[in-house]
């Protein structure tokens, strides 16, 4: 059987043949010198990946060789969506990808052994509440569409929720690992409904208390989704009980309700939802015309570069955040349905390549680690694509690797970064007949 | 821990599923309501980029056509109509603001050269820009410019020709015309000019009381389900009393026991009453539907801008064989009858073709931009409204009526012509002013009537003259110059 890193290594060729591929298409499309500028762009985005490997090879042998050519896949296809919006738009995503890879190396470099995590996990609580709470604090706080998402330092913009989403699944893995026992034991049954332990469940009412609180403060009802649904997701698999992901969503329901009700920026994105066609040139504009665009894909879609995105003869959007928000409506009007199950396709084997990290790992810490990680990953997704496919109300969330956006690039290349670390350390103690025995008498 | 990670997977997994299935329903399931909605503008802006296909005459003669504006991304095409006014209907317009109209609209999609999903990826791999294919009309110039200026001569009003073989539509003018290059500016003053209405295309959505005309209908009706025989006689006094109303002849003139023939050479109102009493609603209704009435006519033109003909009621929708109806009186085209020039068109072109009824059809063939003729119009019978005996029958006594009945102003020398006058009294009518002296005034029929090759229907709005004075004249230029053409 050949090698983990071999088979990245082989798996990493055709993704460089895509995004050669992509970028073709593109300029053929725009009739610009195809030439060799498309190859050029190519060898860059291997030559990277490539450097990327041989990090991997030296630093994490072991690790899960198939996640980091997923990842580039995404941003391969996110590049050629961009660059097919707008060139400057691709140069910096490109910037980006290359800064997310720095990152990805300084954080396998640095938390090789990753329990450092858990020693400090009320300190990275603590960062990940301050994160989410930033774009409220005057001064560097900014105002997108009503959501209170960005911070702005300086020259430095960037949108902390994207790391806060790291920072709240290491502490809650820390801590669910460590009172997850007491939370099984402690429950009772009360009128048939099994209650979790009140001393223990503190924490968790602070945690659907923080859910609520970026409703309220960041006004913001997809990440406060995707923050609770990861959580949800931890507790239940920290505690295999279901009937307390039936009171956390009860819980969330109501609340999210009572907010829906008096937040008018999350009120009117609920009646978007509901009906978007009462308003088709005002507020439901977005996702009416997100469902437009995809009813025009098809099948097989428009092809690359040939779904309109402005109206022509002007500057007046016609999908609007065609390169953040909506930038599936454009993969589905440009790819059709086929090419945007293909999307959804590579977001599923991460999820179960994360889900077989997690399955694998040894102690309850790393498991917790790999399935938070991984849920939170999948549920942005899900957040996202349901918004545009107006499944759930659309928010304005990124789709990870491809939408437009350094923060959620580098973002999810630390997220990758710390599966890989987990997944490392499963596989090699796997490898070893002793620390298997062990592992398993552990969980 | 593990049977619940395989469980949050599993979830996960239907999670997507419920993804793949809404982008399924949106792009695929419901894509074609989604096109069709008003807020989506996409299918115009796309079209716009595309050179729309150009609408041809059967000589020829370009009556639309695109032109390019701005280059690049900006590149757009703009509908121009070259013979302005004269094919305002039923061609109608296509502009991306002011959205689509009749035939441009009906044959959208043959305009702009949408194929199957396969063809353009065809397209795509060969990176040939779409273009649209040109649609060939079987209007004739010379024939249509003739009756829209009888009609500007004679009053609002349309005129419809049809050949019986096959269907095609040779003529269909409507008057109050317009200019569809006008429409981008003057859409607004276009629809609110509720006077003479010239975006109303009065062939298709004029519904006029077809007063005597529609005795041949009767008469059809009549023949067909063996009530009478062309030999049958009934007494037709000046006056009959019809659910308490008395029904007269014209100068309430009493005729005695007549056959068909005399009844329908001097359209005695008090003979068809009668017949229509003795066919019974059932039979009457049935010839009628065969003809075409209670349906949208098959032309290719958009539903709703086809109306139906039929007896109105209140609900405003053609009332059914089962409806209480005042029988005497919708045999002589009276009561709340209301036929559609193009349905009266299409009675005559029916019996012009042996009892057979030829689907009406504007287009003719769809050429593709390289000059290959993709498709072509096969003729295709709608129904069989008479037997061809009867279709006979009905044509010696039509006869009558341009030789030596109300009619003769229709005649044309060395052609024998068959045809049908009518002049619905439309006292009162809001739409004329409201005077009482205002007619519809019907003529149709067809030419030469041994082996007719032209069936037309002419009406005029409030007039207060009758069919034989300002319909039949129209019918004699435009079959005159049809048949010269010929």
């Known amino acids: 059987m050949t090698s983990p890193r071999n088979r990245e290594l082989t798996a990493l060729v055709p993704v460089a043949l895509l995004l050669t591929a992509g970028f073709a298409a593109v300029f053929s499309q725009e009739n610009a010198r195809l030439g060799n500028l498309s190859l050029i762009y190519g060898a860059y985005f291997l030559a990277v990946c490539v450097a990327t490997h041989v990090y991997l090879r030296i630093r994490l042998p072991s690790a899960d060789p198939y996640l980091f050519p997923l990842m580039a896949l995404l941003t391969a296809f996110g590049l050629v969506m961009i660059y097919r919006i707008d060139e400057t738009l691709a140069r910096d995503q490109a910037n980006w990808f290359v800064l997310g890879l720095v990152l990805f190396a300084l954080t396998i470099h640095f938390l090789r052994d990753y329990d450092l995590l858990e020693r400090y996990r009320y300190t990275i609580a603590a960062v990940g509440l301050l994160l989410l709470l930033a774009p409220r604090l005057p001064g560097i706080g900014q105002q997108v569409n009503g959501a209170y998402l960005g911070v702005k330092i300086g020259p430095l913009a960037f949108q902390p929720a994207e790391f806060s989403k790291i920072c709240i699944v290491v502490f809650l893995a820390s801590y669910l690992r460590e009172r997850r026992e007491v939370l099984i034991v402690g429950a009772r049954r009360v009128l048939g409904v099994t209650l979790p332990p009140l001393k223990h469940f503190g924490p968790m009412l602070v945690v659907w208390g923080a859910s609520m609180f970026m409703l309220v403060f960041i006004r913001d009802l997809g990440s406060s989704l995707m923050f609770f649904a990861a959580f949800l997701a931890l507790l239940y698999v920290a505690t295999g009980r279901f009937s307390f992901v039936v009171i956390g969503m009860a819980m969330f329901v109501v609340g999210a309700w009572f907010f829906a009700t008096t937040i008018p920026h999350v009120h009117d994105r609920v009646e978007v939802w509901l009906d978007p066609y009462a308003h088709p040139t005002g507020s439901g504009y977005q996702i009416l015309q997100s469902i437009f665009a995809q009813a025009d894909g098809g099948l097989f879609g428009k092809g690359f570069g040939e779904g309109l995105i402005t109206i022509p003869g002007t500057h007046a959007a016609l999908l609007p955040a065609a390169q953040t928000d909506t930038i599936y409506a454009l993969i589905v009007n440009e790819l059709g349905l086929f090419g945007a199950c293909g999307v959804i396709l590579v977001y599923l084997l991460i999820a179960a390549r994360g889900f077989k990290i997690a399955l694998l790992a040894a102690d309850g810490f790393s498991k917790l680690l790999a399935t938070g990680l991984t849920a939170v990953f999948a549920i942005q997704a899900f957040v996202i694509i349901g918004g545009v496919t107006r499944v759930i109300p659309l928010t304005g969330v990124t789709l990870p690797f491809v939408s437009y956006g350094g923060s959620s690039i580098v973002a999810n290349f630390v997220l990758l970064a710390l599966l890989l670390l987990v997944s490392d350390r499963a596989r090699r103690e796997a490898a070893q007949p002793a620390g298997r025995g062990l592992a398993l008498g552990m969980t | ?486």
């Open chain 2, 1 to 486: 821990m593990n049977r619940q990670i395989v469980k949050l997977f599993a979830f996960i997994v239907v999670l997507f599923g419920v993804l793949v299935g809404f982008t399924s329903y949106w792009s695929v399931f419901d894509a074609k309501a989604l096109r069709e909605k008003n807020a989506n503008k996409r299918p115009l802006l796309e079209q716009q980029q595309i050179r729309r296909g150009r609408i041809l005459a059967t000589d020829g003669t370009v009556i639309a056509k695109s032109v390019a504006k701005g280059h690049g991304a900006s590149l757009r095409f703009v509908r121009r109509y070259p013979e302005g006014a004269l094919y305002g209907h039923p061609i109608g317009y296509s502009f991306v603001r002011e959205g689509d109209s009749e035939f441009e609209q009906f044959h959208n999609d043959q305009l702009v050269g949408r194929e199957s999903e396969f063809g353009s990826i065809l397209d795509e791999i060969t990176g040939r820009n779409r273009e649209g294919n040109d649609v060939v009309t079987n209007l004739d110039p010379t024939a249509q410019r003739v009756a829209l200026s009888d009609l500007e001569e004679q009053g609002f009003g349309a005129v419809v020709a049809i050949e019986p073989s096959t269907g095609e539509v040779k003529v269909m003018a409507s008057n109050k015309p317009y200019d569809p290059n006008r429409v981008p500016h003057e859409l607004n003053q276009l629809n609110r000019n509720e006077i003479e209405t010239p975006l109303l295309d009065r062939a298709t959505q004029g519904l006029y009381p077809p007063g005597s005309t529609f005795k041949v209908v009767t008469a059809a009706a009549g023949l067909e389900s063996g009530t009478i025989t062309p030999e049958t006689t009934i007494v037709a006094p000046g006056t009959i009393i019809d659910e308490g109303q008395p029904l007269n002849n014209d100068f309430t003139e009493d005729f005695g026991p007549i056959a068909l023939d005399t009844a329908l050479t001097n359209s005695v109102n008090t003979w068809f009453g009668q017949l229509g009493q003795k066919i019974g609603q059932d039979a009457l209704f049935e010839t009628m539907e065969k003809f075409g009435f209670n349906a949208t006519p098959p032309i290719d033109l958009p539903e709703d801008q086809v109306y139906e003909s039929g007896v109105y009621g209140e609900n405003h929708r053609p009332l059914h064989r089962n409806d209480p109806v005042d029988l005497a009186r919708v045999a002589i085209g009276q009561e709340r009858l209301l036929a559609t020039p193009l349905q009266i068109a299409m009675v005559a072109a029916a019996i012009a073709n042996g009892g057979r009824l030829m689907k009406p059809q504007i287009w003719n063939r769809v050429v593709d931009p390289d000059g290959r003729v993709v498709d072509r119009l096969d003729p295709s019978e709608y129904s069989q409204p008479v037997s061809g005996q009867t279709a006979e029958e009905l044509t010696t006594a039509m006869e009558g009526v341009v030789n030596e009945g109300t009619g003769t102003n229709a005649a044309i020398s060395g052609v024998p012509v068959a045809g049908k006058t009518g002049t619905a009294e439309t006292p009162g009518n809001a739409a004329c002013g409201g005077g009482s002296e205002e007619n519809q005034a019907w003529f149709m029929g067809f030419a030469p009537a041994d082996e007719p090759k032209i069936a037309i229907a002419a009406s005029i709005e409030c007039t207060t003259q009758f069919g034989n004075d300002v319909a039949a004249p129209i019918f004699r230029d435009v079959a005159e110059t049809i048949l010269n053409g010929e």
